[in-house]
Nanobody, 127 residues
Framework: QVQLVESGGGLVQAGGSLTLSCAVS????????IGWFRQAPGKEREFVAA????????YYTESVKGRFTISRDNAKNTVYLQMNSLKAEDTAVYHC????????????????????WGQGTQVTVSS
């Protein structure tokens, strides 16, 4: 059974930093892209970032470019989201998810593409 567990969320002041982790089990981790999404209260879930199965390509939503960095350690079955210069509008529950397409080299923006999801970790940025 595929499981994803996020960690690293918390309360931080605007301008601060957090690093989220997503530990994946039950799947050949190195064969699949991983994405991060977030959902703020009263808003739809939105794409944040994604990383190709081999880490060779990354994608970001425009609002986090230059501030967030997604990376992966295939030896540890873990994906990270380094978040710098946090803003109040970054406040949300952050979820990671797996793209089911093995060795996929295209983009992975849409949430409907992903098959397994973690329960999420809360990030709160105070202004």
């Amino acid at each position: 059974q595929v499981q994803l567990v996020e960690s690293g969320g918390g309360l931080v002041q605007a301008g601060g930093s957090l690093t989220l982790s997503c530990a994946v089990s039950g799947r050949t981790f190195s064969a699949y892209a991983i994405g991060w999404f977030r959902q703020a209260p009263g808003k739809e879930r939105e794409f944040v970032a994604a990383i190709r199965y081999d880490g060779g390509r990354t994608y970001y939503t425009e609002s986090v470019k230059g501030r967030f960095t997604i990376s992966r350690d295939n030896a540890k079955n873990t994906v990270y989201l380094q978040m710098n210069s946090l803003k109040a509008e970054d406040t949300a529950v952050y979820h990671c998810a797996t793209d089911p397409r093995r060795y996929y080299t295209g983009t992975s923006y849409g949430s409907d593409v992903y098959d397994y999801w973690g329960q999420g970790t809360q990030v709160t940025v105070s202004s």
